[in-house]
Structure formats: structure tokens, C-alpha cells
């Protein structure tokens, strides 16, 4: 863990998991003054791709597939559901749980089921069960939303945006504030919209249907270039 960094002698150490105990309080032998938690607003998030859901659909009726049925990702479930009703009060909206991470054919079944029976945009907030809701949406020829990155290239086209989490903010701001001298421990800062912690992916690949030529270019050899875009280049698989 971060814990084990300090004696070692590395300043600052960050560190993200779920949970992160006492707001990340155990990292090392030092008082509480020298550590800061950030905190990404997870409902803010949810609710902009739960708005971008129901300014999409054409059926009124948008989807959520969920990774393990906790707390947490209730708070996306919940943000989703918030950010719909807003534009559309009588929208409906399915919400499944695949109960693991882990399992992308399950998330995909969920996925299918969800747009079978009329759905035609779902956000997921299940890790890597994720990919096959992205997958399920091209098979289907619908759209999905994707989390936390930018996941738009992985299906282009049916991937109308990405809900983002801009942890390299909450690191930049927090190592500037120390070499700048002006950290100032003990706190828990929220990462919402005005600090840009948090939003929504505007990129080529979730503009690709405007280029019907290029999208199918982009299928075939993973790259193409799009009129005021410039190039589009879907990333190697690591």
C-alpha cells in the first residue's frame, strides 16, 4: 500500500482505492496535517451521463449496468436516474447488476437484455463487465456510455461520451500545492464541475458518425482522419 512508500523516503505518495481508510490517514508515521484526501464527486458524474442518456434517446427509455451492488456504485446508479429525470421526468430506466467487475459476457447478456426490451442508450458503472455493455450497444446498433476514461474509441460510434474522472487533476494540484509550499494537510477536497474533476468526453471518436466514410475506415485499419479533427488513432491494446 501508500503506507509503504513514506519510510522510503518518496514525498508526496498518492494513493487510490476503495476504501481508502481515515480518508487515507495510515500512509506513513507522520501526523494527520500531512495528508489530504481528494475526492471526485461521483453523483456529479452520474448525473451528466444520466442527462446525456436522455438527450440521446429516441425511445425514452435508457438503461444502467452496474459492476457489484454496493454503496458506491449506487451513488452512480442514483446520480443517473437524477440526471435523466431532470430532462425527462417520464423517462424509463432499467437498472441491472452484473455482481462482479470481472465478468464483460455477463455484462453484455445484461446489456442485450436491457436493449430488447426498448432501451437504446445504457451507462455502465461496472469496471471491466463494462466492456461488454460497450459491446453489447455495437452489436446491437445502440449506444452506451462509458466511466471513469475515455472509452469512446473502444466502440466508435456507440459510444456517445465517456463520464470522466480527472484523478490527474486532483494529483497535478496536490504535488503543485507542495512543491509550491502551500499544501496544507488534514482536509478531504471534493473535485466537482467548477474544479474539472469532473465531465463528459467530446473527442473524434464519439463524433464519427458524422463521417460515415472515416468511421468505416477507422473500423477497418484502427485509424483514419476526420475534416477539423485532425488524425483518429484507436489506441493498442495494453
Not at 210 to 230: C, I, V
Request: one cysteine or more; a negative charge; aromatic letters at 6%.
Amino acid at each position: 500500500g501508500a503506507q509503504d512508500y513514506r519510510p522510503a523516503g518518496h514525498d508526496p505518495v498518492g494513493g487510490g482505492a476503495v476504501p481508502q481508510p481515515a480518508g487515507g490517514r495510515d500512509v506513513g508515521p507522520v501526523g494527520h496535517d500531512a495528508h489530504l484526501c481528494g475526492r471526485v464527486r461521483r453523483r456529479i458524474r452520474a448525473v451528466l451521463a444520466g442527462a446525456a442518456a436522455a438527450l440521446k434517446t429516441t425511445t425514452d427509455h435508457v438503461g444502467f449496468v452496474g459492476g457489484m451492488d454496493v454503496p458506491l456504485i449506487e451513488k452512480f446508479e442514483n446520480g443517473f436516474k437524477e440526471g435523466a429525470r431532470y430532462i425527462n421526468s417520464e423517462i424509463d430506466i432499467e437498472i441491472d447488476y452484473v455482481g462482479s467487475f470481472g465478468n464483460p459476457e455477463e455484462g453484455k447478456r445484461l446489456a442485450k437484455a436491457q436493449f430488447d426490451t426498448g432501451a437504446d442508450v445504457i451507462f455502465h458503472a461496472a469496471g471491466l463487465s463494462g466492456l461488454g455493455v460497450l459491446d453489447a450497444a455495437a452489436t446491437r446498433g445502440k449506444f452506451a456510455i462509458g466511466v471513469d476514461v475515455d472509452q469512446n474509441y473502444l466502440q466508435p460510434g456507440h459510444v456517445i461520451t465517456s463520464m470522466l474522472k480527472r484523478v490527474d487533476i486532483a494529483v497535478y494540484k496536490t504535488i503543485r500545492n507542495v512543491v509550491e509550499e502551500q499544501f496544507s494537510g488534514g482536509n478531504v477536497v471534493e473535485y466537482g464541475l467548477e474544479e474539472k474533476g469532473v465531465g463528459l468526453v467530446l473527442d473524434v471518436f464519439n463524433r464519427v458518425e458524422e463521417h460515415p466514410k472515416q468511421t468505416s475506415e477507422l473500423k477497418a485499419t484502427g485509424r483514419t482522419w476526420l475534416p477539423g479533427l485532425g488524425n483518429a488513432v484507436i489506441p493498442e491494446e495494453k
